[in-house]
């Protein structure tokens, strides 16, 4: 079959058509799927209806794969392998999460404009998340794409942000959505990871501006000020300009690049069932090393 790519509204989200995940994508596919990502940064994958251990080849074809945050902290069960990001409201056994539940107030802050696993020190690259079973209405993904954000900002701002490093932590999030239920071990698990809030991307080299809600404070400024930029530079970026909405259809798997885009899941009614689950992809490495940015990461 042959692959086609079909811009899709913004200029950063494109369909791409004949691609399949019974095998990992090799040598000429995989290097027009790199080349569409670098392009755009968001691609939708129609009617891929991966199976778990397609998903997975699928996603390490582009490198090592992340375990996720709560199979490092070892202690909480999960209903899927510890290679998934488990982004559903369902528990060990498959039923829908009451809304007052701990885990269900965890998962709220994915509702909060992010990259994935940020608060690492070497954050991801790729995302790649499958929809399984979705609701009706509502459960939209929009994604920014921050590259477009980085060339729109005002000349003033980009200068205050060139050189700055932002402190990212998954606590910083859940703060965000009042959720503090956080043991002593895990509150030691979860680091604080240092990113430049000015980062360019390796593929293209364009700039692009880093920020989101793991982002906490700003290394060197007092925790007011960094944080109130911090917030400015989030507003500035999730206006409704840079904002591409995503209503998902069963079976479509998407891809985007964490170095230059964030995202956010859109409320839906918690009674209904919303499966999905997300392989991630590692990062080069870390992005600031004793305390200076390293580039080209
Ligand atoms: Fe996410």
């Given at each position: ?68 945050s709560?199979?490092l902290s070892g202690k909480r ?92 932590s998954l606590l910083?999030?859940r703060?965000?959505?009042?959720f503090h239920d956080f043991s002593e071990e895990e509150r030691a698990a979860y680091s604080y ?105």
């Amino acid at each position: 079959m042959d692959m086609s790519i079909e811009p899709l509204g913004k200029d950063f989200f494109a369909r791409v058509c004949g691609v399949s995940f019974k095998s990992p994508p090799l040598g000429g596919v995989k290097k027009t799927i790199v080349e569409a990502i670098n392009k755009y940064s968001v691609l939708v994958f129609p009617n891929a209806a991966p199976t778990e251990e397609e998903h997975l080849a699928f996603g390490r074809a582009f490198g090592e794969l992340q375990l996720t945050s709560s199979s490092l902290s070892g202690k909480r069960k999960r209903r899927i392998r510890p290679e998934f990001a488990d982004v559903s409201n369902l528990d060990l056994n498959g039923r829908v999460l009451p809304a007052d539940s701990r885990l269900a107030h965890n998962k709220h802050a994915n509702q909060l404009w992010h990259s994935d696993a940020s608060f690492r020190k070497t954050s991801s690259k790729f995302s790649f998340l499958a929809g399984i079973k979705l609701p009706r209405s509502g459960g939209e993904t929009e994604f920014v794409d921050l590259r477009a954000v980085w060339d729109a900002l005002p000349e003033k701002t980009k200068q205050k942000c060139e050189g700055k490093i932002a402190i990212h932590s998954l606590l910083a999030s859940r703060r965000r959505v009042g959720f503090h239920d956080f043991s002593e071990e895990e509150r030691a698990a979860y680091s604080y990871s240092p990113h430049p809030v000015a980062r360019v991307h390796p593929g293209i080299g364009r700039k692009c501006l880093f920020v989101g809600s793991h982002a906490d404070f700003i290394v060197g400024k007092d925790e007011v000020t960094g944080r109130q930029f911090l917030d400015e530079l989030l507003e500035f970026a999730t206006q409704e300009r840079f904002i591409c909405s995503h209503k998902w259809t069963p079976g479509e798997v998407i891809m985007w690049d964490n170095r230059c885009v964030i995202h956010r899941g859109r409320p839906w009614d918690m009674s209904v069932i919303r499966e999905m689950r997300r392989v991630t992809v590692d990062g080069d490495g870390t992005t600031v090393v004793d305390g200076s940015i390293v580039p080209g990461i």
